[in-house]
């Protein structure tokens, strides 16, 4: 991590992260502009150049690439546990599989629609450990780095929920397991020769970055940003690697080893893409093979439910065993009928592992059937 420091010039200890990534754009972003104004002062002349940015050809090609899904429509995906094609409507970037509730995907055009800014509490966090962070790295205390990066990663998942998986939100053992999993990998990568010194060559390419356009809105250089490009795709593999070496698979919640890249690709083209000229932004989404498609929602054969946890309405598609309310992110077992409420009369299905909950409607003890 070490993404707020009050030293600009150096460079993000951490790995190719969604939030790493958006807060290494955005400093950039400040530091381009820094330097166009400075430029400006110095000509005293406006600069406006030939850039394509901020044009309408530029917000039309770009935002279509990061709006929003259109309603009714679902992004094309597999499920890579049991096979099966999603077909229900997703609200969140996290695409959880209708029948199993596996992870399957990452949407996103979805993700771009939430703020993913980290909250002024994390940026305290990071600051106020990261010399600790340093010195347990310097004194190669793997274990006292462990501890603070699970400080960090535990204020990120209450304070940047969109950058979390919805499942988060409600159930605490997958946050505390989301957590761990994620200090675990900061831990491997920071102890990692080969990550530190991709990170280092990362630095370099950005500082390396050119801009033009205006102010307001500048605009990388191509030339300049395929080196960055290039050496992503290497720290992806090492990433890959790293998986598995230092046990991160096991413990993964979401065991999305095949969505490890696709992450770290999303995060970054969410920093850059409004940066990159129209033509650059599309090769970008080629090369990164993020171009989705969307397919219309087929939900015509799906059994209505009710969550146990939030009361949210659910589908269950015919031989669906489990699902991820999206609306509070529990996992739902499809494996048992809707119970009724004695109090309110309301029907849910519990949780996986529930026996209980109390009605999301009235809050009254709802049981599990053969419970008594
Ligand atoms: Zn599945
Ligand atoms: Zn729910
Ligand atoms: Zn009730």
Redesign the pocket.
């Given at each position: 991590m070490g993404l707020f420091k009050k030293n600009p010039q150096e460079p993000p200890a951490g790995r190719p992260s969604i939030a790493d990534h958006m807060a290494l754009a955005k400093q950039m972003q400040a530091q381009a502009m820094q330097q166009m104004a400075a430029l400006q002062q110095a000509s005293q002349a406006s600069q406006t150049s030939g850039a394509a940015v901020g044009s309408m050809t530029w917000v039309r090609q770009v935002l279509a690439i990061l709006a929003p899904p259109q309603p009714g429509f679902v992004k094309r995906c597999t499920?890579v546990?049991?096979g099966?094609p999603k077909k229900l409507p997703t609200v969140t970037a996290y695409v959880y599989?209708d029948?199993?509730a596996?992870l399957i995907d990452y949407d996103l055009r979805r993700a771009c629609e939430g703020d993913t800014t980290p909250g002024p509490e994390y940026a305290a966090t990071v600051n106020s450990t990261h010399a600790a962070s340093q010195a347990a790295l310097a004194a190669g205390n793997p274990d006292a780095y462990r501890d603070l990066q699970r400080r960090v990663y535990e204020v990120y998942a209450a304070n940047v929920p969109m950058a979390v998986s919805h499942r988060a939100k409600n159930d605490p053992a997958y946050r505390s397991a989301y957590v761990a999993y994620m200090a675990e990998a900061a831990v491997a990568r920071a102890f990692d020769p080969a990550s530190q010194a991709l990170e280092a060559e990362m630095k370099q390419r950005v500082m390396s970055l050119r801009y033009s356009g205006n102010m307001m809105s500048p605009t990388v250089a191509p030339e300049s940003f395929w080196p960055m490009v290039e050496t992503l795709e290497k720290q992806i593999e090492v990433g890959k690697t790293l998986y598995r070496s230092a046990g991160l698979a096991e413990l993964d919640p979401d065991h999305a080893e095949h969505l490890t890249g696709k992450f770290a690709w999303s995060g970054f083209c969410q920093g850059w893409l409004g940066m990159l000229p129209a033509d650059a932004a599309t090769q970008l989404l080629d090369r990164t093979g993020l171009k989705n498609e969307y397919v219309p929602v087929q939900a015509e054969d799906g059994q209505p439910r009710h969550c146990g946890g939030c009361g949210g309405e659910l589908s269950a598609l015919p031989g669906a065993k489990a699902v991820i309310c999206d609306g509070c992110g529990r996992t739902i077992d499809l494996g048992g009928a809707e119970i009724g409420c004695a109090a309110c009369g309301a029907t849910m299905t519990l949780p996986a592992g529930a026996d209980r909950v109390a009605c999301p409607f009235c809050q009254a003890q709802v049981e599990r059937a053969g419970m008594r």
């Open positions: 499920c546990v049991c099966a599989c029948y199993c596996s």
